[in-house]
């Protein structure tokens, strides 16, 4: 056990997620990754932290007990609601060194920067330029960050900054929720970007395509692809099942490049495989191979795939060698997490 490990046991849980007054917090974070994550981004007595994504308030009384007396942590939600609540709750502790504000944190928080750590429990499209312009030149930054354009493909990554630039210190399999613009309710059951087709009926599936800049604009492909995975003519169990999902998921990023798919049926399973505008075949997270037919061409590239990741040693997050591209967006310029096989291991 570290030193830190018993600041972040001082803190109730309880009170913040199943508050009697306020009710059990849909959509929160699992404790344990906040905590996990938390301890990863090394906050120190005395450190100025900007949160990005208040939540229940948990994670920003975790940091608030890091940074403790004579330290600061901002914490910036787009919800106006779950900002009053954390305020309420915080103040009821008598913990006075966080601030809650409503704010897009895709942008920071300007009038209380610079910070000496950043922690976002949410995923943006990209690492934000205005993340790092906030940073203090030793400062970190531990966020979840997509590798592809696509939903719940991400990676726990911790960026430091060397000569003012951001580079990857490390980065953990992992996830949190996709970063919004607006304050979502609780019925949210699409991604909020990437999705290239989705139906509603008799429950929401959607499927998010890697060739979407090849599809026509009505979607055809997205919709042929989906479909043929709701009325699969072919249906096998992966032999080699349990899958090691979080090992799978960005293996499949570097395997499967352009025709990689994710897909969420309407009976709550997802899938991710090999689509084309005629062809589907995908591998779900109970081992179950779906596919339009058993001569699909999109079947033996699921197949190779999956056989070349079960080569590679089912590779833990340590073996994937990521970088951070510029990528000058002017709705949200910055970097974008990209990986590709460590050939040194």
């Given at each position: 056990m570290t030193a830190a490990e018993p600041l972040l046991a001082d803190v109730p849980e309880q009170?913040?997620?199943?508050?009697?007054?306020?009710?059990?917090?849909?959509?929160?974070?699992?404790?344990?990754?906040?905590?996990?994550?938390?301890?990863?981004?090394?906050?120190?007595?005395?450190?100025?932290?900007?949160?990005?994504?208040?939540?229940?308030?948990?994670?920003?009384?975790?940091?608030?007990?890091?940074?403790?007396?004579?330290?600061?942590?901002?914490?910036?939600?787009?919800?106006?609601?779950?900002?009053?609540?954390?305020?309420?709750?915080?103040?009821?502790?008598?913990?006075?060194?966080?601030?809650?504000?409503?704010?897009?944190?895709?942008?920071?928080?300007?009038?209380?920067?610079?910070?000496?750590?950043?922690?976002?429990?949410?995923?943006?499209?990209?690492?934000?330029?205005?993340?790092?312009?906030?940073?203090?030149?030793?400062?970190?930054?531990?966020?979840?960050?997509?590798?592809?354009?696509?939903?719940?493909?991400?990676?726990?990554?911790?960026?430091?900054?060397?000569?003012?630039?951001?580079?990857?210190?490390?980065?953990?399999?992992?996830?949190?929720?996709?970063?919004?613009?607006?304050?979502?309710?609780?019925?949210?059951?699409?991604?909020?970007?990437?999705?290239?087709?989705h139906t509603d009926h008799p429950r929401p599936a959607w499927i998010s395509i890697g060739w979407r800049d090849h599809d026509d604009p009505h979607h055809t492909g997205a919709r042929t692809a989906l479909h043929l995975l709701h009325h699969p003519g072919h249906t096998e169990t992966y032999q080699r099942a349990p899958l090691d999902w979080p090992s799978w998921t960005a293996y499949s990023v570097i395997a499967g490049g352009p025709h990689r798919s994710i897909a969420a049926l309407d009976d709550g399973r997802r899938g991710i495989g090999h689509t084309t505008a005629a062809t589907a075949a995908v591998i779900l997270t109970d081992g179950t191979i779906l596919a339009d037919n058993t001569h699909s061409p999109s079947l033996t590239a699921l197949r190779s795939w999956l056989h070349q990741w079960e080569q590679t040693g089912r590779p833990d997050a340590g073996w994937f060698h990521p970088r951070l591209d510029p990528h000058n967006d002017e709705d949200l310029p910055g970097w974008d997490l990209r990986v590709t096989a460590d050939t040194s291991q």
């Amino acid at each position: 056990m570290t030193a830190a490990e018993p600041l972040l046991a001082d803190v109730p849980e309880q009170f913040y997620i199943h508050n009697e007054d306020r009710g059990e917090t849909p959509h929160r974070s699992a404790p344990e990754a906040i905590r996990r994550d938390v301890l990863a981004l090394n906050v120190r007595e005395g450190h100025h932290v900007l949160e990005i994504g208040t939540g229940t308030g948990y994670s920003g009384a975790l940091l608030a007990a890091r940074a403790g007396a004579t330290g600061r942590v901002t914490s910036v939600d787009i919800s106006d609601h779950l900002i009053g609540w954390a305020n309420r709750l915080h103040l009821v502790r008598g913990v006075t060194t966080i601030t809650c504000h409503t704010a897009d944190g895709m942008t920071g928080y300007p009038p209380h920067a610079p910070y000496h750590r950043i922690a976002a429990w949410c995923a943006p499209p990209r690492l934000p330029r205005a993340w790092v312009d906030q940073l203090t030149p030793d400062g970190r930054i531990v966020a979840c960050l997509p590798i592809t354009t696509q939903p719940s493909t991400t990676l726990i990554t911790t960026i430091t900054l060397a000569a003012g630039q951001p580079h990857v210190e490390t980065v953990t399999f992992g996830g949190y929720a996709q970063s919004t613009a607006t304050a979502v309710d609780d019925a949210l059951t699409l991604p909020g970007r990437w999705i290239d087709h989705h139906t509603d009926h008799p429950r929401p599936a959607w499927i998010s395509i890697g060739w979407r800049d090849h599809d026509d604009p009505h979607h055809t492909g997205a919709r042929t692809a989906l479909h043929l995975l709701h009325h699969p003519g072919h249906t096998e169990t992966y032999q080699r099942a349990p899958l090691d999902w979080p090992s799978w998921t960005a293996y499949s990023v570097i395997a499967g490049g352009p025709h990689r798919s994710i897909a969420a049926l309407d009976d709550g399973r997802r899938g991710i495989g090999h689509t084309t505008a005629a062809t589907a075949a995908v591998i779900l997270t109970d081992g179950t191979i779906l596919a339009d037919n058993t001569h699909s061409p999109s079947l033996t590239a699921l197949r190779s795939w999956l056989h070349q990741w079960e080569q590679t040693g089912r590779p833990d997050a340590g073996w994937f060698h990521p970088r951070l591209d510029p990528h000058n967006d002017e709705d949200l310029p910055g970097w974008d997490l990209r990986v590709t096989a460590d050939t040194s291991q």
